[in-house]
T-cell receptor
Framework: DTGVSQDPRHKITKRGQNVTFRCDPI?????LYWYRQTLGQGPEFLTY????????KSRLLSDRFSAERPKGSFSTLEIQRTEQGDSAMYLC????????????FGQGTRLTVV | SQQGEEDPQALSIQEGENATMNCSYK?????LQWYRQNSGRGLVHLIL?????REKHSGRLRVTLDTSKKSSSLLITASRAADTASYFC???????????FGKGTRLSVIA
């Protein structure tokens, strides 16, 4: 499978715990995006990378959230001290140079904080 | 918020009928895209229309763009039960910015 893959698909964690999600983009794509989606809503932008550089972070991304993309390949999104409000689907997408580029999405990681 | 708005929020039709979904946005855009999402899954790109285009077709899909009204529509003709999904419009602001998504239209096609 040469699409975008995300791991894990589901994560249940207790409030206050840290969680880390991984995204493997399509190999030739230089841009990688993280979005968050809650039930009945559209995806909300969190952050994106061009190669290994994190170019933009949304105001939604509190200090408890951190994302990395070492070597411009896979990316990780870590949430520290999880809260119930963090429960959502976390979507990763990748694309080529952005001007007219479509984004290819992974299947998402569904996080439930109990 | 720069998030776009889809209308209607939900749509239920019979198989074979056409489905029309609308999207409004607030700022100048580079291009507008439509995505589909099956329940609990990732999004799949359907079609892209550039800001200098007014209409585009792909199979049973027809997209229009009216930049003066800051709106777009997605028409699915001869709908099938398999078209049941949520449909989102997404756009980039002018320049190199990430996609901004609308809130989506949930389409149910009844066999």
């Amino acid at each position: 499978d040469t699409g975008v893959s995300q791991d894990p698909r589901h994560k249940i964690t207790k409030r206050g715990q840290n969680v880390t999600f991984r995204c493997d983009p399509i190999s030739e794509h230089n841009r990688l995006y993280w979005y968050r989606q809650t039930l009945g809503q559209g995806p909300e932008f969190l952050t994106y990378f061009q190669n290994e550089a994190q170019l933009e972070k949304s105001r939604l991304l509190s200090d408890r959230f951190s994302a990395e993309r070492p070597k411009g390949s896979f990316s990780t999104l870590e949430i520290q001290r999880t809260e119930q409000g963090d429960s959502a689907m976390y979507l990763c997408a990748s694309s080529l140079a952005p001007a007219l580029a479509e984004a290819f999405f992974g299947q998402g990681t569904r996080l439930t904080v109990v | 918020s720069q998030q776009g708005e889809e209308d209607p929020q939900a749509l239920s039709i019979q198989e074979g009928e056409n489905a029309t979904m609308n999207c409004s946005y607030k700022t100048s855009i580079n291009n507008l895209q439509w995505y589909r999402q099956n329940s609990g899954r990732g999004l799949v790109h359907l079609i892209l229309i550039r800001s200098n285009e007014r209409e585009k077709h792909s199979g049973r899909l027809r997209v229009t763009l009216d930049t003066s009204k800051k709106s777009s529509s997605l028409l699915i003709t001869a709908s099938r039960a398999a078209d049941t999904a949520s449909y989102f419009c997404a756009y980039r602001l002018e320049g190199n910015t990430p996609l901004v998504f609308g809130k989506g239209t949930r389409l149910s096609v009844i066999a």
